[in-house]
């Protein structure tokens, strides 16, 4: 974890940032006067959610599913 001054994280701000993205560094501190005041790290990975359409292939429906039906159309549709 390396520790940047001020004038040196402005200059390379975009290799700073690699570095972290890539794994090479897990956080980098920048220092103003010789003291911490900040650090570079990673964002953490967003939790993914259910998908939609993660079931699809497991079930079929039937051949004489009659989806005109108002009630039934409700049902996968929602309120009209």
């Known amino acids: 974890m390396p520790t940047v001054n001020m004038?040196?994280?402005k200059s390379s701000l975009s290799r700073l940032?690699?570095?972290?993205?890539s794994g090479v560094e897990?956080?980098?501190?920048?220092?103003?006067?010789g003291r911490p005041v900040?650090?570079?790290v990673p964002l953490a990975a967003p939790v993914l959610g259910k998908r939609i359409g993660v079931a699809a292939g497991q079930f079929v429906v039937p051949p004489g599913l009659d989806l005109q039906d108002p009630?039934?159309?409700?049902?996968?549709?929602?309120?009209?």
């Open 38 to 40: 900040a650090r570079i």
């Open 17 to 21: 940032v690699a570095d972290i993205e």
């Open 71 to 80: 009630e039934l159309l409700e049902l996968f549709e929602g309120p009209l």
């Open 7 to 9: 004038l040196q994280a």
């Open 26 to 33: 897990s956080e980098v501190i920048l220092a103003r006067n």
